[in-house]
């Protein structure tokens, strides 16, 4: 049955629990000194080479942390709290996940302050607004490479030469989808997360660039180079090596089959009368379709699409938990109604065509039916005839 | 989240549609807070004999208001009254909190309907012994729950 939620999560490669399941009762701690201890960290240390591989970077600039929300933490808080003295004030694109969102938040109540840079009506950020929100006493600028709600894929490089702060780069929905080479974005963090590349969860890392320092933000015995403590969850880390291996080797031929797929499901859908693209339409995540269905509410078609097997998410205020819509589809310039009928198909590894067939089989009635019982389309139907 | 009886009458919902010429028709909700609705009766001595629904809303909205319709048709006007949103969320088996307000408003669309239907026959008298000669205009949207954002 097609699952199509990959941006909400994803299953575990079978090679990836294999190596995982060698670890699970290992009862080596990677700080003892004993030969057990030392098997440890061989395969802590083994799976930080594989995953600096990924993106370029020298396993020395690789702190594992519990995933990916963790990471924008220490990247945002640390960083700000290490380097207070060198400025008071960071910039944060308007479309960040809402770990950066919230965790930019936390500064300001501690004494930062903190701008938002917009966006256009694709999801990209605007370079000039963005320079003009750059100050002296700018220390930091967080900025994800691309969005998993509507898949716009940003300019890092562009960003990073009006950017003299640090730069950081949340780079956990493109991983595995397209490059990311912490050289060429020329970023002073990065983060990623292991179940984005069908690596368990609970894990991910900040890449810190040479010289970058952050204030570790979860105390403990001054594991990973004291950035990060807390005994390592060896595993996981595993798990996540592993995927990295497999994903440097096959996400080029990946990536162009997911696109395939994703033109044909974004075609498709298109073709449902008052159907709209959300996002860039080329520059975009080669997984990612989302688009919005007016006159319905995202959670109707969830669940209507549910009962034919078929999952995704939706940026609808009526599925949040603080029941607001989405912060991304309200900065690229949707109006509340236009975000209630938003739906994001995501697609990964084990998705195949057949998947985006059966969808644009059975999604058409969904919407048909759903407009029928609402006001809004029976109002608009009788107006235009 | 939802019970299965909720999920049944979202995947069936009853009476969806529009009555022509109905005696009274109810409109509570917002499209910006996600949820619209509107309630259509036919009504014979008081007694409600048919009644259908049309709404823009989440499973909840759209389940609570198959389930109200079904629990008002054959009631007089004034039973029908008795329904709120809690006899509604109920018979439903419950309702996620978050839900209650924002997506639970049949009973409130159905009490506007009845209040058209009376306002329709001229009894002002009646509007006001059941208490609904001072109902909230309806674009004024004060009645769609305090967790909707706008």
Same mark, same amino acid.
């Given at each position: 049955m097609p699952y199509l939620d990959y941006v909400a999560g994803s299953p575990v490669d079978d090679r990836v629990v294999e190596e995982m399941m060698k670890y699970f009762s290992h009862p080596g701690n990677p700080?003892?000194?004993?030969?057990?201890?030392?098997?440890?960290?061989?395969?802590?240390?083994?799976?930080?080479?594989k995953v600096s591989g990924l993106i370029n970077a020298d396993s020395s600039?690789?702190?594992?942390?519990?995933g990916a929300t963790e990471a924008n933490n220490l990247a945002i808080i640390g960083y700000a709290m290490r380097n207070r003295r060198k400025g008071n004030h960071i910039v944060v694109s308007a479309i960040e996940h809402i770990s950066v969102i919230n965790s930019a938040k936390f500064l300001m109540k501690n004494g930062f302050e903190v701008d938002?840079?917009?966006?256009?009506?694709?999801?990209?950020?605007?370079?000039?607004?963005?320079?003009?929100?750059?100050?002296?006493?700018?220390?930091? =600028?967080? @900025?994800?490479?691309?969005?998993?709600?509507? %898949?716009?894929?940003?300019?890092? !490089?562009?960003?990073? +030469?009006? *950017?003299?702060?640090?730069?950081?780069v949340d780079a956990t929905a493109s991983l595995g989808?397209?490059?990311?080479?912490?050289?060429?974005?020329?970023?002073?963090?990065?983060?990623?997360?292991?179940?984005?590349?069908?690596?368990?969860?609970?894990?991910?890392?900040?890449?810190?660039?040479?010289? =970058?320092? @952050?204030?570790?933000?979860?105390?403990?015995? %001054?594991?990973?180079?004291?950035? !990060?403590?807390?005994? +390592?969850? *060896?595993?996981?880390?595993a798990g996540f090596g592993k995927a990295a291996e497999i994903t440097k080797k096959e996400w080029r031929k990946e990536s162009e089959r997911l696109k395939e797929m994703r033109d044909r499901l974004i075609d498709g859908l298109l073709e449902i009368e008052e159907t709209f693209l959300n996002g860039h339409p080329e520059d975009r995540l080669p997984n990612n379709a989302s688009v919005r269905f007016s006159y319905i509410e995202g959670e109707s078609i969830l669940l209507s699409m549910d009962m034919e097997g078929i999952q995704a998410s939706t940026g609808s205020a009526c599925t949040s938990k603080t029941l607001q819509p989405s912060h991304v589809l309200m900065a690229i310039g949707l109006k509340h109604e236009e975000a209630h009928g938003s739906v994001v198909f995501s697609l990964g590894r084990w998705s195949r065509m057949e998947d985006v067939n059966y969808v644009l089989e059975k999604l058409p009635p969904i919407i048909e039916r759903l407009r029928m019982m609402s006001p809004l389309y029976m109002k608009k139907k009788s107006g235009g005839d | 989240m939802y019970s299965e009886k909720v999920l049944e009458h979202f995947?069936?919902?009853?009476?969806?549609?529009?009555?022509?010429?109905?005696?009274?028709?109810?409109?509570?909700?917002?499209?910006?807070?996600?949820?619209?609705?509107t309630m259509y009766i036919k009504v014979e001595d008081d007694r409600i004999v048919d009644i259908k629904f049309q709404t823009f809303?989440?499973?909840?909205?759209?389940?609570?208001?198959?389930?109200?319709?079904?629990?008002?048709?054959?009631?007089?006007?004034?039973?029908?009254?008795?329904?709120?949103?809690?006899?509604?969320?109920?018979?439903?088996?419950?309702?996620p909190p978050q839900k209650m307000h924002c997506s639970n408003l049949a009973a409130d669309a159905?009490?506007?309907?009845?209040?058209?239907?009376?306002?329709?026959?001229?009894?002002?008298?009646?509007?006001?012994?059941?208490?609904?000669d001072n109902l909230p205009e309806e674009d004024e949207h004060d009645d769609h729950g305090e967790l909707c954002p706008m």
């Open positions: 700080s003892s000194v004993h030969s057990l201890g030392l098997e440890a960290r061989n395969v802590v240390e083994e799976a930080r080479n600039e690789i702190v594992f942390t519990s938002y840079a917009p966006v256009d009506r694709f999801g990209k950020v605007r370079l000039d607004e963005l320079e003009s929100l750059l100050r002296d006493d700018t220390i930091l =600028v967080s @900025v994800q490479h691309a969005n998993p709600e509507i %898949g716009t894929v940003q300019e890092i !490089r562009e960003i990073r +030469e009006v *950017v003299k702060a640090a730069l950081h989808k397209i490059e990311v080479d912490v050289e060429k974005m020329g970023a002073d963090m990065v983060t990623i997360s292991s179940n984005d590349i069908y690596g368990p969860r609970g894990v991910g890392a900040l890449y810190l660039r040479k010289g =970058v320092r @952050v204030n570790p933000i979860i105390l403990g015995g %001054g594991q990973e180079s004291g950035m !990060r403590g807390g005994t +390592e969850n *060896v595993p996981g880390i | 995947r069936n919902p009853k009476n969806v549609g529009v009555i022509e010429n109905a005696d009274g028709v109810g409109t509570v909700g917002n499209p910006v807070c996600g949820d619209l609705m809303g989440c499973g909840a909205a759209i389940a609570t208001s198959s389930m109200a319709t079904e629990l008002a048709i054959g009631k007089t006007i004034e039973e029908a009254l008795q329904i709120t949103k809690q006899t509604v969320a109920d018979a439903l088996g419950g309702l159905l009490k506007r309907a009845i209040a058209d239907y009376l306002k329709k026959q001229g009894r002002e008298d009646d509007l006001k012994r059941l208490g609904l």
